[in-house]
Antibody, heavy 122, light 110 residues
Framework: EVQLVQSGAEVKKPGESLKISCKGS????????IGWARQMPGKGLEWMGI????????RYSPSFQGQVTISADKSISTAYLQWTSLQASDTAIYYC????????????????WGKGTTVTVS | QSALTQPASVSESPGQSITISCAGT?????????VSWYQHHPGNAPKLMIY???KRPSGVSTRFSGSKSGNTASLTISGLQAEDEADYYC??????????FGGGTKLTVL
């Protein structure tokens, strides 16, 4: 089954570090971009950034540049989103999503999503 | 990058049609025919409903359609059903492997 499985909910204190994960299965992970989106409580989705696991080419939304780090370990088909010092304002649900792969490249939409990881900072 | 503008909520009766707008700029919606729409039932993974402005993925009901005029995209749902009640997000490619979402619209089927 083609799917993205995200790590479980986290409860952290301000100032702590965190790394959440998104594991792809059922498809060629290395040739499909993986993006991350945030949904703060009662708010909409916000685009954070995207990574190409094949070579770790990473692009960030200007709003999140320097605030988080997106990485990937292609050997275990897993992408990551990490913080070095969490703040209460990082409390949100974080979704990973696959950019639709097409032969020789990628399309311009996300065709597969994870169920989200809830991060609570308090 | 500013979020695309969607109405916060819409409501309509079963069997009726509804259109959700998504206003962007000439740097995103207006510059690319890469608008997608996602249905999100809280607690679940978002589901792709429309891509490339007006294309439907396999398995998505023909009751869902998309369009674009200038800097504004729209999602129309016809023959509303109770199961359509959800949050809907538009998303546009904004260049350089970046995307921007709309603020989301809560659809209530009365």
């Amino acid at each position: 089954e083609v799917q993205l499985v995200q790590s479980g909910a986290e409860v952290k204190k301000p100032g702590e570090s965190l790394k959440i994960s998104c594991k792809g299965s059922g498809y060629r992970f290395t040739t499909s971009w993986i993006g991350w989106a945030r949904q703060m409580p009662g708010k909409g989705l916000e685009w954070m950034g995207i990574i190409y696991p094949g070579d770790s080419d990473t692009r960030y939304s200007p709003s999140f540049q320097g605030q988080v780090t997106i990485s990937a370990d292609k050997s275990i088909s897993t992408a990551y989103l990490q913080w070095t010092s969490l703040q209460a304002s990082d409390t949100a649900i974080y979704y990973c999503a696959r950019r639709k792969p097409v032969p020789g490249g990628a399309d311009y939409y996300m065709d597969l999503w994870g169920k989200g990881t809830t991060v609570t900072v308090s | 990058q500013s979020a695309l503008t969607q109405p916060a909520s819409v409501s309509e009766s079963p069997g009726q049609s509804i259109t959700i707008s998504c206003a962007g700029t000439s740097s995103d919606v207006g510059d690319y025919n890469y608008v997608s729409w996602y249905q999100h039932h809280p607690g679940n993974a978002p589901k792709l409903m429309i891509y490339d402005v007006s294309k439907r993925p396999s398995g998505v009901s023909t009751r869902f359609s998309g369009s674009k005029s200038g800097n504004t995209a729209s999602l129309t749902i016809s023959g509303l059903q109770a199961e359509d009640e959800a949050d809907y997000y538009c998303c546009s490619y904004a260049g350089s492997s970046t995307w921007v979402f709309g603020g989301g619209t809560k659809l209530t089927v009365l």
